[in-house]
């Protein structure tokens, strides 16, 4: 199974700053990774897949990055419905998909 | 426009088992593969597996296989997530998602709270 790592765990940032979330897989997925912004109640929601590639309407604030084993989610300036928790997810497989731990990005 | 609506919430004795459906609507139903994800109180995301909705194949994940068990109906455009031989860590809120053509979950349900307890 292939083991997604994100860091940190927990991210203080003030809103219109920039927040970098970093996600590292145990071996290769190519650009085979999604990012997913959950809020607390809610179910979560697609950001980016292929790497890079945003979702339908999410904003370009949101940006995806990387390949192979290290992925990037950037945020470039913070808005207030952005604190959240952030989760990476590998889809290499077809047949196994997993996540990562999550990133909580919180106000600073 | 395109959702997936579940079933209500569940409370289950240790040992019973749990049957979560899903029901999309706002496109073809047989034309994308649904996922069922879950989520322990507190937890992350927690992969179970994959239907494909056209012919009924099946993947689970390793941890749940002979516990779990995903179904369709074609003619109402629902899936479902049957879950055995519940136990306290099997309480979670249970999602169904939708595998978008470029693979990753583009579509979710709203989640079904399962609560296993004596």
């Known amino acids: 199974e292939i083991v997604m790592t994100q860091s940190p765990a927990t991210l203080s940032v003030s809103p219109g700053e920039r927040a970098t979330l970093s996600c590292r897989a145990s071996q290769s997925v190519s650009s085979n990774l999604a990012w997913y912004q959950q809020k607390p109640g809610q179910a979560p929601r697609l950001l980016i897949y292929?790497?890079?590639t945003r979702a339908t309407g999410i904003p370009a604030r949101f940006s995806g990055s990387g390949s192979g084993t290290e992925f990037t989610l950037t945020i470039s300036s913070l808005q207030s419905e952005d604190f959240a928790v952030y989760y990476c997810q590998q889809y290499n497989n077809w047949l196994s998909y997993t996540f990562g731990q999550g990133t909580k990005l919180e106000i600073k | 426009q395109v959702q997936l609506v579940q079933s209500g919430a569940e409370v289950k004795k240790p040992g019973a088992s749990v049957k979560v459906s899903c029901k999309a609507s706002g496109y073809t139903f047989t034309s994308y593969y649904m996922h069922w994800v879950r989520q322990a109180p507190g937890q992350g995301l927690e992969w179970m597996g994959i239907i494909n909705p056209s012919g009924g194949s099946t993947s689970y994940a390793q941890k749940f296989q002979g516990r779990v068990t995903m179904t369709r109906d074609t003619s109402t455009s629902t899936v479902y997530m049957e879950l055995s031989s519940l136990r306290s860590e099997d309480t979670a809120v249970y999602y169904c998602?939708?595998?978008?053509?470029?693979?990753?979950?583009?579509?979710w349900g709203q989640g079904t709270m399962v609560t296993v307890s004596s």
């Open positions: 998602a939708r595998r978008s053509r470029k693979h990753a979950f583009d579509i």
């Open positions: 292929g790497a890079s």
